[in-house]
Nanobody
Framework: QVQLVESGGGLVQAGDSLRLSCTTS????????MGWFRRGQPGEELEFVA?????????AIEDSVKGRFTISRDNTKNTVYLQMNNLKPEDTAKYSC??????????????????????WGQGTQVTVAS
């Protein structure tokens, strides 16, 4: 069993940057491909944001954040990051990281679907004021 803990959220102004971190314990993060999802309001569907393969060589970024968000990982620190630049009010959401036991990002039907992930963190809130 692996546990995931997100950090780095907060209240920022439009145009600011934040870096979210997701750190694992229990099992090495190198065992998993990782994804970031967000939910704007309770009851809304989880929206795919970004994913990264186990070795970090392959990434996928949702079009709505492409050019502003990047995903990276440091397996030596058991951490995956989501760098968010030029934040917009519509980026306001609770951001959660998730772990997938598959090593690769096979296709969008796997890495962009929440039900394809095996473990989840509790999330960290990002609020962007206009």
């Amino acid at each position: 069993q692996v546990q995931l803990v997100e950090s780095g959220g907060g209240l920022v102004q439009a145009g600011d940057s934040l870096r979210l971190s997701c750190t694992t314990s229990g099992r090495p993060i190198s065992n998993y491909s990782m994804g970031w999802f967000r939910r704007g309001q309770p009851g809304e569907e989880l929206e795919f944001v970004a994913a990264i393969s186990r070795n970090g060589e392959t990434v996928a970024i949702e079009d709505s954040v492409k050019g502003r968000f990047t995903i990276s990982r440091d397996n030596t620190k058991n951490t995956v990051y989501l760098q968010m630049n030029n934040l917009k009010p519509e980026d306001t959401a609770k951001y959660s990281c998730a772990a997938d036991r598959r090593p690769y990002l096979y296709n969008r039907n796997t890495y962009a679907r929440p039900e394809e992930y095996d473990y989840w963190g509790q999330g960290t809130q990002v609020t962007v004021a206009s």
